[in-house]
């Protein structure tokens, strides 16, 4: 049974940052990619980023905030996140795949794409 677990979560205000961590616990490198999901009240959970062997993916309003690495030595995907504003708040989910559609990270931002998913780590940013 393969687990994903969040952390890094909290409350800071804009323009902050944090980093959100996922531990997984087989390889990382064994997946197809990895990615970022977040769901804010109300709203329905959007792709934030996407990372496989070749590519990293981004949402257009994370671009040029937000970045994603994985560190395969320690199985943990990471999302760094700078200059946060009000609308990042949400709780941020990690998600990872076997399969083939996840490959090039070309089908990230559909949710079926993803075996494999955290349970989530909130994010709250204050104006």
């Known amino acids: 049974q393969v687990e994903l677990r969040e952390s890094g979560g909290g409350s800071v205000q804009s323009g902050g940052s944090l980093r959100l961590s996922c531990a997984a616990s087989?390889?990382?490198?064994?997946?197809?990619?990895m990615a970022w999901f977040r769901q804010a009240p109300g709203q329905e959970r959007e792709g934030v980023a996407c990372?496989?062997?070749?590519?990293?993916t981004y949402t257009g309003s994370v671009k040029g905030r937000f970045s994603i690495s994985q560190d395969n030595a320690k199985n943990t995907l990471f999302l760094q996140m700078n200059n946060l504003k009000p609308e990042d708040t949400a709780m941020y989910y990690c998600a990872a795949t076997s399969s083939e559609a996840g490959k090039g990270c070309w089908a990230w931002a559909v949710e079926a794409t993803y075996n494999y998913w955290g349970q989530g780590t909130q994010v709250t940013v204050s104006s």
């Open positions: 087989a390889g990382t490198s064994s997946y197809s990619s």
């Open positions: 990372i496989d062997s070749d590519s990293r």
